[in-house]
């Protein structure tokens, strides 16, 4: 279901081991890692595995995907353990090169685990872990790297089905690690989060849950409470946020957020809620714009295009939209649409390199596609 006539078409699509839940490609576009989620239904225990493929095109231009290395358990030097499902993956840009791909995963048993792909070795290394809820059976549903000008830190945004998030800072030289907690929680499920950028909002971050409710906390202030909350803007669960911490997204309008909902809107905010300010502000923030997708909007993503988002459909497939700040009747405007070969539910999605892979979960489906 899309407002164009025909979908774009699919260049490569494969069968993917256990059911894929999320992915990333690399800066080339000639790697792919996929994490999977897997319901071991006689016990309920949720496995996961990692699986990269290698994507080749031929001289006839034909792309294709080679199946490389599948990983299923967690391995140091004194055990090893069978890896429990992953629900998304984080590919840490700024410490990405030609040779190394490192990468960050969440499960389903309440962890992160940090890994590195080493082209010399042909192999996915694991390096380690961090138990962020004590409760390994609160599984962390997302993941958000914060972009930083120390080569050397991190930051990272996690959400939680107990309707939690917490802030991780991870010293890349040494392991070295601290988690702050957030105290106000979300009265159900936790779906997402993003961190703030620009002058106001750069120390600011937002989270989305099943409660209909979007939040905004300061880490300048006590994480204790939020500095603005809203239940009242989306008619069902917050699964997406975007804002312009990427750099590329919202260069026409640094002040607007882009949501995504269960009710299958994606959403406009000017979080300018009276006059100059910002948060928290004399009034709400208005849905400038909203447009239904006809799908859960579970994922919204970066293009090679300004003001461009890749979005997971969920239940319709993938799309890219281009956003339009001026012109209340196209706001988004739908740019490219696939369908046939995500019959599930769409989860994944990732944009390098001129190339978009797409991943749908039940029918274990990851495609290749480009824009037209």
Known sequence: MSDLPNETPVLAQVKTKFPPCCLQLNKNADTIIVGTYDLEKPTGLRYGTLER????KDHGGNYKFNLIEEVFNIENEISKTKMSAILDIKIIRQFETEDEIPFITCHSTGCLNFWVFKKIDNQIKFLDSIQVNDDDSILITSLHIKNTSNQSSLKILCTSTDGSSAIISFDNCNGNHKIDYVGECHDLECWTGEFGKNSVLENCFFTGGDDSTIKLFDARQS????????????????????????????????????????????????????????????????????????????????????????????????????????????????????????????????????????CSFYDNSLQLWIKK
């Open 223 to 358: 994480l204790d409470t939020s500095v603005w909350s809203n239940s009242r803007l989306h008619d069902a669960g917050v699964v997406a946020i975007k804002t312009n911490s990427s750099g590329s997204f919202n260069v026409g309008n640094s002040n607007t957020i882009i949501t995504g909902s269960y009710d299958d809107n994606i959403r406009m905010f000017d979080l300018r809620m009276l006059g100059n300010d910002i948060y928290p502000g004399k009034m709400p923030p208005t849905a400038i714009k909203n447009k239904n997708l006809e799908g859960g909007v579970w994922r919204l993503l970066d293009t090679d295009i300004s003001d461009e988002l890749l979005v997971c459909c969920m239940y319709n497939g993938a799309k890219t939209v281009k956003l339009n700040y001026g012109d209340e009747n196209t706001a988004f405007v739908e740019t490219n649409y696939i369908k046939k070969g995500h019959e599930s539910m769409c989860y994944g999605g990732d944009f390098q390199n001129g190339i978009i892979a797409t």
């Open 53 to 56: 493929y290698d994507i080749k």
